[in-house]
């Protein structure tokens, strides 16, 4: 009820009448069914913007500490994301990381929408970084397609630490779905993982048109920390010649995705702990 209330009379209105956000695609999103939106993440508002152009309601795996928290600020972010049908998950990895993907498929077997960033977690500088495979096996699991969507500018309207967005146009790009029954049965299997990972990162690139970057956001915004005690500015870069621990295979991202099917790159094997073609 509190979703609805917000989308169609309270939140939403005002939204669209003040940032008029421009959408791409909306038609590509099945009428009914389980389908996952896999979406690049610029922004704390995508989840916001994103929502408002899907006439379907959505469904988010949000990070529980939105559920957490005390005193009066808590009990409104609690009562927020909670009114409005997200559902928290324990982002520690491990066997968390095993039940938030329960979690999803259990969204998706309802025959809900399903929201979720691959990346994990915010892009640090507005590049797109590497996908984690939750997105993956949820989809082959669960039997559904992905819609890979992408934020355009979000970034630039409510960078961290800003509280009010700039009054900017933010787009929304969705793709045709993408299927992937074609890899039924191998839900478990790493190499198709990464490979079906690595599709869906690729169209986010396609349709985003950001730089791609090979590692993994939280990989950057760690070398962005470091860099920042040291004083110095940097701009994150894979670094392929570090040591790596043996269960960490070599990294590959989705220019790959454009190679043959049989072909699948190498997965890491990790889980989301928080995400076709091009739309016509």
């Known amino acids: 009820m509190l979703y609805w209330f917000l989308k169609k ?13 421009w959408v791409e695609g909306a038609d590509n999103v099945p009428a009914e069914g389980g389908a996952i939106l896999a979406g690049n993440h610029l922004s704390v508002i995508d ?6 152009v899907i006439e379907r309601r959505m469904t988010f795996l949000a990070k529980d500490d939105y559920f957490t ?7 409104f972010k609690r009562f927020f994301f909670a009114g409005t049908g997200q559902v928290p998950v324990d982002r520690s990895g491990g066997k968390a990381s095993e039940a938030a993907l329960r979690t999803g498929l259990r969204i998706l077997g309802n025959g809900w929408l399903l929201g979720i960033y691959p990346e994990g977690t915010r892009s640090p500088d507005g590049r797109l970084y590497r996908g984690k495979t939750g997105v993956a096996r949820m989809s ?20 961290p630490g800003r509280v009010i967005p700039k009054l900017m146009r933010p787009g929304i ?3 045709r779905p993408m299927d992937f029954s074609r890899y039924e049965g191998l839900e478990h299997d790493r190499f198709v993982l990464r490979s079906v990972t690595d599709e869906i990162m690729y ?44 269960d960490e295979p070599e990294e590959r991202g989705p220019a790959e995705a454009s190679r043959p099917a049989d072909i699948p790159a190498v997965d890491d094997g990790g889980q989301d702990k928080e995400p076709g073609r091009r739309a016509g």
């Open 140 to 159: 082959l699991e669960a039997k559904v397609p992905v819609l890979a969507v992408a934020m355009i500018g979000t970034e630039k309207m409510q960078p």
């Open 69 to 75: 928290g005390t005193g009066l600020k808590g009990s």
């Open 173 to 175: 790009r969705i793709s």
């Open 9 to 21: 009379v309270l939140l939403g209105p005002l939204l669209k009448a003040v940032y008029r956000p």
């Open 203 to 246: 169209e986010l690139m396609t349709l985003s048109g950001q730089e791609y970057v090979d590692m993994y956001a939280q990989r950057a915004k760690d070398q962005i920390a470091a860099a920042k005690k040291r004083g110095e500015v940097i701009i994150p870069t894979p670094d392929l010649d570090a040591p790596r621990a043996v």
């Open 47 to 52: 989840s916001f913007f994103l929502p408002l």
